[in-house]
């Protein structure tokens, strides 16, 4: 295939990954920059695989040379975004069981995690790093002697505006291609859509002469004559920050036919999915196989799941099996290709989606190809990244002058070398060996991989395949031709916060604004989770009642609702035995009638969703008053308004609307271990939908007009 992509956009301060695409390792390629702004000294390697920094904004066009043709690859770089912003350590925060201090790194995604790539200096009484960070909050680390297990946490906030979006759709009109683009402004600028340019490329692949192409202010016009049989558009949206580009792809046969890659298949707009750490979920004594899980897919189906997640299944030494030592095979202990396929089947007939995790970040150190590494072998010199080994906190005595590339503390399971035309070449085997076996991919540590290796996994996988990233924190331009589902990782922090009651329960919508603010185009499905193999059981750290309201707004609001194996039967251990036996069966009742609603009221998925201002008012139980009897009438004498004032745990109370159109429904969310009287802002129906049973209605003795509900957990209705 060999050519390199599509156009890439980047801010000045970014760089972007060039290489082939489908590349023979053993062949040459060579790398040119024809074009470049006049005051740009940029310049590019030759080698197949290039790291391009443009150094000020402008346009830039480069041709890669193979062996067979020419192709060109355009990058559009935009002003930098970044700000300079200094982060400190006084000693004084320092640990007294830290008695020594030899190194210090600073540790964060803006370096991706990699100590020593970052050296703070000693200024007096702390040590002190200045970066350049872009508008956001971003979370960093101080890493004492350069290990992981001496770390200190925080964060800073560069102040600046979020992104825009950009959307691209396209008709015939009077025998014309019209491309049509909408530019919505960063929620916090002071620009306004109108203000904001709109930047159209033709992808390099698609030969169009420059001629045949209009472009007014939001329109990109071609004659449909001149339409080759594939068209690639793309458009970035410009203010302060740029967007993310999107796209869309013309076919050219008998009709026209347009088509948006950047949006999910149908199937993956909002499906519930339920993930496995799968050598946990047969239980206590009996060893999980692909056929153990097969003969449980009856308990998926009763949950209403639309997606099963299972966590690695490729052979591995390891019980999570994140240390992949064989990608073409399925780990022994848990049976063969075959058994795999037939779970795949059985969940198929179930309609049940399935998907796995891809682990091409890295190897396990005892893979036979690190091995080969490792040992001199000169074939596999460049599959792993090396780093100097005075960056390096862990104490082994690597092989070599230097030491092998890992994230965090990973030391086991070194990264591979995407500057490898051999990896990229092995690792683009390994899509194509189970793209067609299962329907997505979750890839693990996607922030790892060159975003150019991504998008030519994207357009490797069949069309209704999902790729789902998990990004920690979140990214938007992951969705830039790459990935259609992402980890919601603000309202996961959110969600955790409110359990633990350092936040109020309305900061759940900070985190759905988070979402516009970060510039994640309107096509981005999030996946709405509470816990999953990576992060301690929210039970564990919070109580049934925070669980329960927490789980309801990940099924009530928009995106892929996520239940971690055993959530649902009130598990506290991180990743172990399931609890079939001894599990909470009303918790997984609960669970259950949560995702069979959202199957039920396609609102939930699709609807919009509008915060509704509260009023929570105190309750005076009575003893002649049954508050427990559900009755559609209103009963008095157990709410006081309380002079119109809050009550206590108010603020463990949010409400929302989601609405359609056609359907329109109010949800309340009680994180408080006590049921609350919520006042709405609008009549309500007679039935809670979760559950069936009449809604607890009462009124205030003293405001007998004001209509309130009893909320324990959640209660879903209808607008009257």
Same mark, same amino acid.
């Given at each position: 295939?060999?050519?390199?992509?599509?156009?890439?956009?980047?801010?000045?301060?970014?760089?972007?990954?060039?290489?082939?695409?489908?590349?023979?390792?053993?062949?040459?390629?060579?790398? +040119?920059?024809?074009?470049?702004? @006049?005051?740009?000294?940029?310049?590019? *390697? &030759?080698?197949?695989? $290039?790291? #391009?920094?443009? /150094?000020?904004?402008?346009?830039?066009?480069?041709?890669?040379?193979?062996?067979?043709?020419?192709?060109?690859?355009?990058?559009?770089?935009?002003?930098?975004?970044?700000?300079?912003?200094?982060?400190?350590?006084?000693?004084?925060?320092?640990?007294?069981?830290?008695?020594?201090?030899?190194?210090?790194?600073?540790?964060?995604?803006?370096?991706?995690?990699?100590?020593?790539?970052?050296?703070?200096?000693?200024?007096?009484?702390?040590?002190?790093?200045?970066?350049?960070?872009?508008?956001?909050?971003?979370?960093?680390?101080?890493?004492?002697?350069?290990?992981?297990?001496?770390?200190?946490?925080?964060?800073?906030?560069?102040?600046?505006?979020?992104?825009?979006?950009?959307?691209?759709?396209?008709?015939?009109?009077?025998?014309?291609?019209?491309? +049509?683009?909408?530019?919505?402004? @960063?929620?916090?600028?002071?620009?306004? *859509? &109108?203000?904001?340019? $709109?930047? #159209?490329?033709? /992808?390099?692949?698609?030969?169009?002469?420059?001629?045949?192409?209009?472009?007014?202010?939001?329109?990109?016009?071609?004659?449909?004559?001149?339409?080759?049989?594939?068209?690639?558009?793309?458009?970035?949206?410009?203010?302060?920050?740029?967007?993310?580009?999107?796209?869309?792809?013309?076919?050219?046969?008998?009709?026209?036919?347009?088509?948006?890659?950047?949006?999910?298949?149908?199937?993956?707009?909002?499906?519930?999915?339920?993930?496995?750490?799968?050598?946990?979920?047969?239980?206590?004594?009996?060893?999980?196989?692909?056929?153990?899980?097969?003969?449980?897919?009856?308990?998926?189906?009763?949950?209403?799941?639309?997606?099963?997640?299972?966590?690695?299944?490729?052979?591995?030494?390891?019980?999570?099996?994140?240390?992949?030592?064989?990608?073409?095979?399925?780990?022994?202990?848990?049976?063969?290709?075959?058994?795999?396929?037939?779970?795949?089947?059985?969940?198929?007939?179930? /309609?049940?989606?399935?998907?796995?995790?891809?682990?091409?970040?890295?190897?396990?150190?005892?893979?036979?190809?690190?091995?080969?590494?490792?040992?001199?072998?000169?074939?596999?010199?460049?599959?792993?990244?090396?780093?100097?080994?005075?960056?390096?906190?862990?104490?082994?005595?690597?092989?070599?002058?230097?030491?092998?590339?890992?994230?965090?503390?990973?030391?086991?399971?070194?990264?591979?070398?995407?500057?490898?035309?051999?990896?990229?070449?092995?690792?683009?085997?390994?899509?194509?060996?189970?793209?067609?076996?299962?329907?997505?991919?979750?890839?693990?540590?996607?922030?790892?991989?060159?975003?150019?290796?991504?998008?030519?996994?994207?357009?490797?996988?069949?069309?209704?395949?999902?790729?789902?990233?998990?990004?920690?924190?979140?990214?938007?331009?992951?969705?830039?031709?790459?990935?259609?589902?992402?980890?919601?990782?603000?309202?996961?922090?959110?969600?955790?916060?409110?359990?633990?009651?350092?936040?109020?329960?309305?900061?759940?919508?900070?985190?759905?604004?988070?979402?516009?603010?970060?510039?994640?185009?309107?096509?981005?499905?999030?996946?709405?989770?509470?816990?999953?193999?990576?992060?301690?059981?929210?039970?564990?750290?919070?109580?049934?009642?925070?669980?329960?309201?927490?789980?309801?707004?990940?099924?009530?609001?928009?995106?892929?609702?996520?239940?971690?194996?055993?959530?649902?039967?009130?598990?506290?251990?991180?990743?172990?035995?399931?609890?079939?036996?001894?599990?909470?069966?009303?918790?997984?009742?609960?669970?259950?009638?949560?995702?069979?609603?959202?199957?039920?009221?396609?609102?939930?998925?699709?609807?919009?969703?509008?915060?509704?201002?509260?009023?929570?008012?105190?309750?005076?139980?009575?003893?002649?008053?049954?508050?427990?009897?559900?009755?559609?009438?209103?009963?008095?004498?157990?709410?006081?308004?309380?002079?119109?004032?809050?009550?206590?745990?108010?603020?463990?109370?949010?409400?929302?609307?989601?609405?359609?159109?056609?359907?329109?429904?109010?949800?309340?969310?009680?994180?408080?271990?006590?049921?609350?009287?919520?006042?709405?802002?609008?009549?309500?129906?007679?039935?809670?939908?979760?559950?069936?049973?009449?809604?607890?209605?009462?009124?205030?003795?003293?405001?007998?007009?004001?209509?309130?509900?009893?909320?324990?957990?959640?209660?879903?209705?209808?607008?009257?």
């Amino acid at each position: 295939m060999d050519a390199p992509g599509p156009p890439r956009f980047v801010a000045v301060g970014e760089s972007v990954d060039l290489a082939p695409r489908s590349p023979a390792p053993d062949a040459d390629y060579r790398w +040119t920059l024809l074009e470049s702004p @006049a005051d740009s000294s940029a310049a590019v *390697d &030759t080698g197949p695989v $290039v790291e #391009f920094a443009p /150094d000020t904004p402008g346009h830039y066009r480069l041709e890669l040379q193979t062996p067979e043709e020419t192709h060109t690859q355009t990058v559009r770089a935009y002003p930098d975004e970044r700000h300079p912003i200094r982060v400190e350590l006084p000693f004084s925060d320092l640990s007294d069981s830290i008695t020594e201090v030899d190194s210090m790194s600073v540790v964060g995604p803006f370096n991706e995690q990699v100590a020593g790539r970052t050296r703070p200096t000693r200024k007096d009484d702390r040590f002190v790093a200045d970066l350049d960070l872009p508008p956001g909050t971003h979370p960093y680390a101080f890493c004492v002697n350069d290990d992981f297990t001496q770390q200190i946490h925080d964060a800073v906030t560069v102040p600046g505006p979020g992104r825009p979006r950009c959307r691209l759709d396209g008709e015939i009109r009077d025998d014309t291609l019209v491309v +049509t683009a909408t530019a919505t402004a @960063a929620p916090d600028t002071d620009h306004a *859509d &109108t203000d904001l340019d $709109v930047d #159209f490329v033709v /992808d390099d692949r698609d030969w169009l002469p420059d001629s045949v192409v209009e472009i007014t202010d939001r329109e990109l016009r071609v004659p449909v004559e001149s339409v080759p049989d594939t068209l690639r558009i793309h458009a970035v949206a410009v203010g302060e920050r740029r967007s993310v580009s999107d796209s869309l792809t013309i076919h050219n046969g008998e009709s026209i036919a347009i088509e948006r890659p950047n949006d999910p298949p149908e199937w993956a707009e909002s499906p519930t999915v339920y993930e496995i750490f799968v050598r946990s979920f047969t239980g206590e004594t009996l060893p999980t196989t692909f056929a153990e899980i097969e003969r449980r897919v009856e308990y998926l189906q009763s949950l209403a799941v639309d997606c099963l997640w299972l966590t690695p299944v490729l052979a591995s030494p390891t019980d999570h099996g994140y240390h992949i030592t064989n990608y073409f095979e399925t780990a022994d202990d848990l049976g063969s290709r075959e058994a795999f396929e037939s779970l795949v089947e059985t969940c198929h007939e179930a /309609d049940i989606r399935v998907v796995f995790d891809l682990v091409i970040n890295h190897t396990s150190r005892d893979h036979s190809v690190y091995q080969l590494h490792a040992g001199g072998v000169d074939r596999y010199a460049d599959y792993y990244n090396r780093v100097p080994k005075a960056w390096d906190g862990t104490g082994v005595d690597w092989a070599g002058d230097d030491a092998p590339e890992f994230y965090f503390n990973w030391q086991r399971i070194p990264n591979l070398n995407y500057g490898s035309l051999a990896v990229r070449r092995w690792m683009l085997d390994v899509v194509e060996e189970w793209a067609d076996v299962v329907d997505g991919f979750r890839c693990d540590v996607a922030w790892g991989v060159p975003h150019g290796f991504w998008k030519e996994v994207r357009e490797s996988v069949p069309d209704d395949f999902l790729l789902l990233d998990e990004t920690i924190p979140r990214d938007p331009h992951y969705h830039e031709a790459e990935f259609q589902m992402h980890y919601d990782t603000a309202l996961y922090g959110a969600l955790r916060d409110i359990g633990h009651g350092n936040a109020p329960a309305e900061k759940l919508f900070e985190a759905l604004d988070d979402a516009v603010w970060q510039g994640f185009p309107e096509s981005a499905v999030h996946l709405r989770y509470i816990e999953n193999h990576d992060e301690m059981r929210y039970l564990k750290e919070c109580d049934e009642a925070a669980l329960r309201a927490a789980a309801a707004a990940t099924f009530t609001l928009p995106g892929a609702p996520m239940i971690y194996y055993g959530q649902e039967r009130g598990m506290t251990e991180q990743r172990g035995p399931m609890k079939w036996y001894d599990g909470d069966a009303a918790l997984t009742e609960f669970h259950r009638s949560l995702s069979t609603l959202r199957r039920a009221y396609p609102v939930l998925k699709a609807g919009g969703v509008e915060r509704l201002p509260i009023h929570v008012a105190e309750r005076r139980e009575s003893a002649a008053a049954d508050t427990d009897t559900p009755t559609d009438e209103p009963t008095g004498e157990i709410v006081a308004a309380n002079g119109g004032g809050e009550a206590a745990g108010a603020d463990r109370v949010a409400a929302f609307a989601r609405d359609d159109g056609d359907d329109r429904l109010l949800v309340v969310l009680n994180f408080g271990d006590e049921p609350q009287a919520v006042s709405l802002p609008e009549a309500v129906g007679s039935t809670d939908l979760r559950t069936g049973s009449p809604l607890r209605k009462r009124y205030a003795e003293d405001q007998p007009d004001d209509t309130f509900l009893l909320v324990d957990d959640v209660v879903i209705c209808r607008s009257a």
